[in-house]
């Protein structure tokens, strides 16, 4: 089973920031936050990934609770190509004894971006 | 870089046929997963290789699917004999250590 919880659906204006929301609750101190989005039937592509400090990149940003667990990916200005579905996952970033190091993918939020 | 390789693109084959299907990581990456995608079941981990053992393969579905990481460059997904129900998008993806996974484009197969 995931680790992680999404809504199975949003939609978003085109232009307006896309805020989609993941509950991980059962983190471990070891695991990082990463998400990813999947068009049509590409492969997934990665977007953006943070253990416990909020991040920024080209693509998104990431807010991650202080406790951990729970987060955010922000998609700050929306557009009809970030249509996908979005997937959360919480992982190791070394393979470890402790950990599993593998990608668990829940059933994700499928965002759909609105003209 | 070229990103993950998959080949073939897309296979039709028929049930109790043989099916191979190859992934070459990105060059430097040592960790190397295989997925299936189904409409029904979603994205599954099927095995997952590190410096090319095998660390877990408790999403293989059954004896008929084996991996192999023969190099550092080098992996096959085999499924003998080949059912209709194993019809699905098969991805290979690669990661570094540290880093994140980069997926290929992935393999339909069409088990008829």
Known sequence: DAKTTQPPS?????????????????????EYVYWYRQIH??????????????????????IITEDRKSSTLILPHATLRDTAVYYC?????????????????GTGTRLKVLA | ???????PRHEVTEMGQEVTLRCKPISGHNSLFWYRQTMMRGLELLIYFNNNVPIDDSGMPE?????????????????????????????????????????????????T
Request: aromatic residues 10%; glycine residues 8%.
């Open chain 1, 10 to 30: 949003m939609d978003c204006a085109e232009g307006r920031a896309a805020n989609l929301p993941c509950n991980h609750s059962t983190i471990s101190g070891n």
């Open chain 1, 41 to 62: 039937s590409q492969g997934p592509q990665y977007i953006i990934h943070g253990l416990k400090n909020n991040e920024t990149n080209e693509m998104a940003s990431l």
């Open chain 1, 89 to 105: 996952i919480v992982s190791p970033a070394f393979l470890t004894t402790s950990g599993t190091y593998k990608y668990i993918f």
């Open chain 2, 1 to 7: 870089d070229a990103g993950v390789i998959q080949s």
């Open chain 2, 63 to 111: 004896d008929r699917f084996s991996a192999k990481m023969p190099n550092a460059s080098f992996s096959t997904l085999k499924i003998q004999p080949s059912e209709p129900r194993d019809s699905a998008v098969y991805f290979c993806a690669s990661r570094p250590p540290g880093g994140e996974q980069y997926f290929g484009p992935g393999t339909r197969l069409t088990v």
